[in-house]
């Protein structure tokens, strides 16, 4: 078994109300691939790296069992860049600069030998290109979605092609709200069911996650945190943390995408909590143990 | 046992986007005393109401097994009343009118027979009339406050000197902020644990609530409305369901008060169902524990 991510991998200027950090190590494929090393050995990493992308980046994905070979490095480019600014509230915040470099003219190619990925994760890119990797993978036993409001907001009908197509999709509330007109988050889940996917994964961030199927409501908290520094990548962190669980225990079935909620919000909590990877960067299992521990006693009545 | 509620009774004008309620029955005595005739039938109700007040009101109250001894009509006065227009969102509201009545002369008096009610609830009116319900009640087991954003911006310090004499805080996320001045609700909790009470709920509508103890963090989930039609005593209801099943029980553990949360958020979900009191006016004990068995499977992993 295997999970392959596609998504971007970045090299990102961050700046909350607790720091800056330059150069960071980011994208979807980098933190959702990272998240899901924690809970399997075989990921499959697919994205695009300009020649500044720093070695020890490669070298720190390997230390994690993360297969690089789709990982597509072009000589003389430069890797995508994302600077953001998050307001003192941490809900909102402000692109600073978008470079996109190598991203650009990126289309993702599947190594052959990985064309028959079990579980396949369409990280946040262009939905384009999540079609042009569905194209690509050959009966993949489950396929998960995630995306953003840039793309429902640029690139709607390409969405919901991608959408036709996968099992799971995973957005945070405000996209669902977007993507359906609907501002409650159980009629917008209802809306989504309709055009694909047999299960909805609503992130709501400090007020946990919401899983939605034609018969299953499941709602997570959010890991009871005091504070957080930076929340980026956390959304991709729990889609890596979700479809790891899923392919350690091979189990596709609604009930334990229950656990892989947790994997994935237990991951999230992580990595909120420092810069970039670093809250993610070398975790034991004991500590991501302890956390999904606690989130048994959570919401136990 | 019993539960003495103190607060107001009013009649109301209510406007949301699904219609219009005049002279509707409110206060918060009302809501918390119908949500916990739902748990218990030794409900102590303390308030006041001018000529105007309809007796079917009164009579309904009996009908739930609401002592309403406590219940001081003035004739030739007029009742309090709020009128309040929902936006769109259903998240804010304007505050068309005050009509304070004979609420601006109200001064509690609990009925001597009543002065040893074992749990007490301080329904969400002004502090200083909170101060004298405490004055008088004579060494009960349980004191739950309620509270609203008014009474922490203009009577910060009466309500600073209620929080030392109450074992259990009720007040929303945003009330919770402004009164610790913390953003992330877990800090906020734990300065409200440190002005008196030993347990604080935070209420966060759609998203749940919070309850918190030096050494417990319980996160309950909101039932998965569809959508809710005024929202107007949801909080009042939440209270009178959490003390009703703490009387019921006779159980003060903080581990009883995860449940007693529980059957405060069931309870509060029928009660945005319709306008006024309709939500709750009378309801099953089948449609109760059906509710309260979802709870059950929500967040079950």
Redesign the interface.
């Known amino acids: 078994m295997s999970v392959l991510i596609v998504g971007s991998v970045a090299l990102d200027y961050l700046e909350t109300p607790f720091g800056k950090m330059d150069q960071a190590l980011g994208g979807s494929a980098t933190f959702c691939s990272i998240a899901a090393s924690y809970l399997t050995e075989n990921i499959r990493m697919v994205g695009i790296v300009g020649e500044d992308f720093p070695q020890a980046h490669v070298d720190y994905f390997a230390s994690r069992h993360i297969d690089t070979l789709g990982l597509e490095r072009v000589e003389g480019g430069k890797t995508f860049s994302w600077g953001g600014r998050y307001h003192e509230?941490m809900n909102t915040r402000d692109t600073l600069y978008t470079v996109l470099g190598v991203f650009e003219h990126f289309h993702p190619v599947i190594p052959d030998e990985w064309k028959k990925s079990e579980f396949v994760l369409l990280g946040n890119i262009h939905p384009s290109l999540q079609l042009e990797v569905l194209d690509q993978v050959e009966e993949p036993k489950l396929v998960v979605c995630d995306t953003m409001n840039l793309w429902i907001d640029i690139s709607l009908k390409e969405l919901k092609q991608v959408l036709k197509r996968v099992n799971v999709l995973v957005l945070n509330d405000e996209e669902a709200r977007m993507l359906t007109g609907e501002?409650?988050i159980?009629?917008a889940g209802k809306k989504m069911l309709r055009m694909g996917p047999s299960v909805i994964v609503i992130k709501?961030g400090e007020?946990?996650a919401?899983l939605l199927s034609k018969d299953t409501?499941?709602?997570?908290?959010a890991f009871?945190?005091?504070?957080f520094k930076d929340p980026t990548g956390a959304g991709d962190t729990f889609a890596g943390g979700f479809i790891g669980w899923l392919e350690r225990t091979n189990d596709v079935s609604v009930a334990n995408m229950?656990?892989a909620?947790?994997y994935g919000s237990v991951l999230a909590s992580f990595c909120v909590e420092e810069f970039s990877i670093e809250g993610i960067r070398e975790l034991s299992e004991e500590q991501i143990a302890e956390r999904f521990g606690i989130?048994?006693t959570?919401?136990?009545?």
């Open positions: 509230d501002r409650n159980f009629n709501k007020h946990g919401v409501t499941f709602i997570a908290p009871p945190l005091g504070g229950r656990k909620v947790v989130f048994r959570l919401s136990t009545f």
